[in-house]
């Protein structure tokens, strides 16, 4: 089994603060999802990274394999950015999930 | 291209009862996971179905199970509801390119309640 954990598990920045998650797996991976939950419950899959870094928007997913770690990050952040961020690995056929990471951007 | 479509989208039932969540995955993909979101466990694997077989199974019951036809819709099939199978439930769908396994697109998620 994969131990995924997140950190923070909630944080509060203000409009326009540079956000870090962060997400450290314990079991080597084939791919590390970067997914966000608007309330209401639909996910966004962000980005699906096996190595190095993603850049989409504001948006920037790194991921280091030998150090079993990633991290997501948001630019100039804005309170549609408000959301659950959740960080999923995938080990042959079997997805696990950290507990998530509830931001909250104020204006 | 049309997104991932879960249907329905709410739904409440009575303890013992059975329930169908169906799941049709965008045009093209073959692969349908599905997961369970409770505010106590947080999102788990259940299944995932790929052209028509299942292929990996998370640590759920037996009253837990699923299909996939040949269209690539998906169904899950809850039987003998307990309380504690109120929760969302998502699928996501993606397919292999080149061997490798693409990036997956989730549904809405169904919201089921057991009374």
């Known amino acids: 089994k994969n131990e995924v954990e997140q950190s923070p598990q909630n944080l509060t920045a203000q409009e326009g603060e540079f956000i870090t998650i962060n997400c450290s797996y314990s079991?080597?991976?084939?791919?590390l999802h970067w997914l966000q939950q608007h309330p209401g419950g639909g996910i966004v899959s962000l980005f699906m990274?096996?190595?190095g870094k993603k850049k989409h928007g504001r948006l920037i997913a790194t991921i280091n394999i030998q150090e079993k770690h990633s991290s997501l990050h948001i630019t100039a952040s804005h309170p549609r950015d408000s959301a659950v961020y959740i960080c999923?690995?995938?080990?042959?056929?079997?997805?696990?999930f950290g507990t998530g990471t509830s931001l909250t951007v104020i204006p | 291209k049309a997104g991932v479509t879960q249907t329905p989208r709410y739904l409440i039932k009575t303890r013992g009862q059975q329930v169908t969540l169906s799941c049709s995955p965008i045009?093209?993909?073959?692969?349908v996971s599905w997961y369970q979101q409770t505010p106590g466990q947080g999102l788990q694997f259940l299944f995932e179905?790929?052209?028509?077989?299942?292929?990996n199974k998370g640590n759920f019951p037996g009253r837990f199970s699923g299909r996939q036809f040949s269209n690539s819709r998906s169904e899950m099939n809850v039987s003998t509801l307990e309380l504690g199978d109120s929760a969302l439930y998502l699928c996501?769908?993606?397919?292999?390119?080149?061997?490798?396994?693409?990036?997956?697109?989730f549904g809405q998620g169904t919201r089921l309640t057991v009374v």
């Open positions: 999923a690995t995938r080990t042959g056929n079997q997805f696990y």
């Open positions: 079991v080597g991976i084939s791919a």
């Open positions: 990274l096996s190595s």
């Open positions: 045009s093209g993909h073959r692969s």
């Open positions: 179905y790929f052209s028509e077989t299942q292929r």
């Open positions: 996501a769908s993606s397919t292999l390119h080149r061997g490798r396994r693409t990036e997956a697109f």
